[in-house]
């Protein structure tokens, strides 16, 4: 494990440093949780900014218009945004994080130069069709049709717990275009645009009262072939291509949030005296030493994940079917486990120092303690990233 | 890690799990890891990490952290001069390792040198010739005494201290009570490592590398489990496929390698608020997981003959070995500024 910057990196992170202390103090004022198209107007003027300065896409390859820089400087960027305050990637993650790097790893020439740059550039938000009302933590599962008529899928079905579809432009839709094949191969990965006829958005509300995600129908939807990612029927591997990869990364700004707020969570306690309650300040020791712990756990996954990407990939090829089933990358799997876990500690760790406060709707870390309640649930709940674990990583049989 | 520091633990690894004792570790050079060669390997302190998880994951027993500590004078015990507290006890529970011999009657004893130290070190043979560590026969032949100021002192007649042996939890791991009156000041000045190198000092490298030998415990743990649970069935059929056997496995898995993180980051940057974090972790996990092993194995887990219980044991004692969760939950909470 390398700890220390190489000078490359050191510049690069000295350069970053200054662009975020001139660039934050102008951003515009956060936008109201509540104000979906305030949301994306900020979150893609942001991802914009990034754009123009050329912090956008770091890791894509050049030719998908990234940087094409190693996943050490990218780590860097997302510790440096996120020590600095900077913007959430918010309504962009789905492009940045899990459409984008689909598309880059499995999409044409064509489909590259159509999707990616407007992701890198802030111009097009995405969500992410997967989950139904059936079909959640077993998302093979999944019902939702597609059925060939000329030049185009007929897609029918239903979609649920769709993060940022009120505002999303195109979404990553896995359709089963095989009913008749085995569950994981009668699935195709589609990019469906948001506005298309047939299209239906619901809010939800969450038990936060936030409308953070959406339930999806699709009434006899036209999509073009060409929107296809991969080869028909072959979503599932699609899909699992880079969420081994995007696993590691995608928690790994959350990793350095939660050094952040325990760091305001120590200033909070010892403002309000909390601090002198012995039990209480050693819980919040023990916290800081598994988030610096989880940090690690990161730099090392992506190290080993960039170390070992080329015979992943050659592994893959071979494989023809790809891995088995399931869905992220056990190492990732590892480190979602206890950062949910540990990052729900400390918001409940947050509610013991501020008391009778933490009853306020309006306080953060009252938000955030709602909020952190889907850590546990969303991207795989962590009683199926157990089963990944034992199955996958510690090879106990199958069953029970 | 280096493809160097990969062969040199996966060595290890073979040679410990053909012979997990001190001769093994001397083979391969684990008292000499960080002298200079040709007296020794030439290697660091993350090297030294990497070998002692290796010993804890083998559960080899001896004064292994101290002689890390003091290259070039066999085996050592290191011992922490406790704090000033008020209300604090007037003794040190020392971490006794007693005179070879002492402890076996009879024995002759062939001399083994240690590479690196200064003089052959005399040991007993066990039944198999291998030098034993467990049963209190330990071997130990000076006392490195760390205090809280970060100096050290090198006793080299731990036998002219006033001492009280004490039943220790862990049968392999000695106990002495002894005043601290008697440590404070005793033998001579040792050098820190701590002003040329810029490293962690003394004191904080016997914290990392008890983190390092409690990970190896927290490794085992998940080996010796899931390994159980493959082969052993109930209900007709592997007690790992049921899901609440492989929910408690993943758990295990969880813990050893959030830990792991933490003790190689501290190993490379040597930073004494990362030290503390791995050493709580590595405690935790170390715990925990021979815990969690010891259930799964079940019946057999609480079977003195079943040897589960050593590594719990062994977890238990190391966990109040040069910081304890308390001081180290402190040290952090203090770095959040």
């Known amino acids: 494990m390398r700890l220390a910057d190489t000078p490359r990196q050191a510049d690069f992170r000295a350069e ?19 104000d979906w198209p305030g949301r994306r107007a900020y979150d893609l003027g942001w991802q914009r900014r990034l754009f123009e300065a050329g912090y956008a896409g770091l890791n894509w390859p050049r030719d998908s218009g990234g940087r094409g820089l190693g996943p050490a400087e990218h780590l860097v960027f997302l510790e440096e945004t996120e020590l600095a305050g900077a913007p959430y990637v918010g309504a962009c993650f789905v492009g940045l994080l899990h459409a984008g790097p689909t ?4 999409g044409t020439a064509g489909q590259r130069a159509r999707w990616l740059p407007p992701i890198l550039r802030g111009e097009e938000v995405w969500c992410q069709g997967f989950s139904e009302p059936d079909a959640g933590s077993d998302l093979a599962s999944l019902r939702t049709r597609a059925v060939r008529d ?12 769709t993060s940022h579809a009120e505002v ?3 979404c990553e839709l896995l359709v089963r275009t095989d009913p008749e094949a085995p569950r994981h191969r009668g699935i195709s990965w589609l990019a ?11 809010p939800l509300a969450t038990l936060a ?3 953070e995600f959406a339930e999806l129908f699709l009434d006899e939807v036209r999509i073009p072939v060409g929107n296809r990612v991969g080869a028909e029927n072959d979503g599932w591997r699609v899909t699992n291509v880079t969420l081994s990869f995007e696993r590691g990364t995608a928690f790994a700004s959350e990793a350095v949030a939660c050094r952040r707020e325990l760091r305001q969570l120590a200033a909070l306690a010892r403002e309000n005296g909390c601090w002198e309650d012995d039990a209480l300040r050693r819980r919040i020791g023990a916290l800081a030493a598994e988030f610096g712990a989880l940090w690690r756990l990161v730099q090392w996954n992506v190290s080993q994940a960039a170390a070992g990407e080329e015979g992943a990939r050659s592994a ?4 023809g079917g790809g891995r088995r089933e399931g869905v992220p990358g056990p190492g990732g799997s590892v480190f979602k486990l206890r950062f949910s876990e540990a990052r729900q500690e400390l918001y409940e760790l947050a509610a013991d120092v501020l008391g009778d406060d933490s009853l306020l709707l309006g306080h953060p870390f009252t938000a955030a303690r709602l909020q952190g309640l889907s850590y546990t649930i969303a991207a795989g709940t962590s009683q199926i990233q157990r089963n990944i674990v034992a199955q996958r990583i510690l090879g106990l049989p199958k069953g029970g | 890690m280096t493809e160097e520091q990969r062969a040199l633990r996966d060595g290890l690894r073979e040679v410990l799990a053909a012979r997990p004792d001190w001769r093994a570790l001397e083979e391969i050079g684990y008292f000499g890891v960080r002298l200079p060669d040709p007296e020794g390997l030439g290697l660091g302190l993350p090297e030294a990490v990497l070998l002692t998880a290796e010993a804890g994951r083998a559960l080899v027993d001896g004064p292994l952290i101290g002689s890390q500590l003091a290259p070039g004078e066999g085996p050592v015990t290191a011992v922490r001069l406790p704090e000033a507290r008020v209300g604090g006890r007037a003794e040190a529970l020392v971490p006794w390792l007693a005179k070879p011999g002492a402890t076996e009657p009879g024995a002759t004893a062939p001399v083994t040198a240690v590479p690196g130290a200064r003089e052959p070190v005399t040991a007993v043979p066990g039944a198999d010739g291998s030098v034993p560590g467990a049963g209190g026969a330990q071997l130990a032949r000076a006392v490195l005494v760390l205090g809280p100021g970060g100096g050290a002192r090198l006793l080299r007649d731990p036998d002219a201290l006033p001492r009280v042996p004490r039943p220790s939890v862990d049968p392999a791991a000695g106990l002495s009570a002894v005043p601290v009156e008697a ?5 001579e000045p040792y050098p820190a490592r701590t002003a040329e190198g810029g490293g962690p000092g003394l004191f904080a490298e016997a914290v990392l590398l008890t983190a390092a030998y409690q990970l190896g415990i927290a490794e085992w743990a998940v080996a010796s489990a899931v390994e159980y649970a493959r082969v052993r069935e109930q209900f007709g059929r592997p007690i790992g496929a049921f899901q609440a056997v492989q929910h408690l496995c993943a758990d295990l898995l969880v813990r050893a390698e959030t830990a792991r993180a933490a003790v190689y980051a501290a190993a490379v940057s040597g930073d004494p608020v990362e030290i503390a974090g791995a050493k709580l972790l590595a405690d935790r996990a170390a715990v925990d997981n021979a815990r969690g092993c010891l259930q799964v194995h079940g019946g057999m887990g609480f079977t003195w003959e079943g040897g589960v219980h050593r590594y719990l044991k062994r977890a238990w004692w190391l966990r109040r070995r040069f910081a304890d969760p308390v001081g180290c939950a402190e040290r952090l909470a203090a770095s959040l500024t």
Do not use: C, F, N, Q
């Open chain 1, 16 to 34: 970053l440093r200054a662009w975020l202390a001139k660039t934050l103090p102008e951003l515009p004022p956060a936008p109201d949780p509540a």
């Open chain 1, 168 to 170: 999303a432009d195109w």
């Open chain 2, 183 to 187: 440590l404070r000041g005793a033998g």
């Open chain 1, 316 to 319: 893959s090829a071979k494989g």
């Open chain 1, 209 to 211: 009262g936030t409308t």
């Open chain 1, 192 to 202: 469906m645009p948001m506005d298309a006829p047939g299209v239906t958005v619901r």
């Open chain 1, 150 to 161: 000329g030049d185009a899928y007929v897609v029918s079905g239903s979609k649920i717990w």
């Open chain 1, 103 to 106: 598309v880059a790893a499995e």
